[in-house]
């Protein structure tokens, strides 16, 4: 993986509703759509394993601080991990997650540590969560993979300006069995 391309996540991202469906896998146009827990889809799939790449206070990017509203030089962590499916990476997770937004119950974020954040976030009743949208990422950000990626984020609020999560799935959650039902 280019770690330093990888961190950034710095491109265009686009609604759901705007994204040709043809141009995404079948099988990938569920995992980039579903306002479902993708922890709990993966944990339904195998032993589900968090890989912490990073996890510490950073700088987000310019579009990550134009999406949560961020004032410049705002604090926030940053979490980067690796969900790994039976040992197989199936997706790489950015999240910025803004000191403003560390309150409440939300305190417990900066100490997951290879717990999934999607799990904790997902427990909460009054989470409400933007709208999706989605980019496909160079090939150059993850050398590793055969094509190139495809990710999507959304903002999940209940604290502050709310927690940024951009998720990149690899090729090889798509040899997963699905989910999703048949496709």
Not at 112 to 123: A, D, E, S, V, W
Not at 126 to 148: C, V, Y
């Amino acid at each position: 993986m280019n770690s330093a391309a990888a961190q950034q996540f710095d491109y265009r991202w686009a609604p759901v509703h705007r994204i040709s469906k043809t141009k995404i896998p079948s099988v990938l146009w569920y995992w980039l759509t579903t306002p479902a827990s993708l922890t709990a889809k993966l944990q339904c799939l195998g032993e589900l394993t968090v890989e912490v790449i990073e996890d510490t206070w950073g700088e987000p990017t310019s579009r990550e601080k134009k999406r949560l509203n961020l004032r410049p030089r705002e604090a926030a962590r940053i979490r980067t991990v690796l969900l790994r499916v039976d040992g197989k990476a199936v997706i790489y997770a950015r999240s910025v997650i803004p000191a403003r937004s560390l309150r409440g119950h939300w305190r417990q974020v900066k100490h997951l540590n290879n717990k999934p954040l999607g799990g904790y976030l997902f427990q909460h009743r009054s989470l409400r969560r933007s709208g999706i949208e989605i980019t496909q990422l160079p090939k150059r950000m993850f050398p590793d993979q055969p094509t190139a990626v495809w990710a999507r984020r959304s903002v999940f609020h209940q604290y502050g300006p709310g927690i940024l999560v951009n998720e990149a799935f690899f090729e090889s959650i798509q040899q997963l069995k699905s989910p999703f039902g048949s496709i």
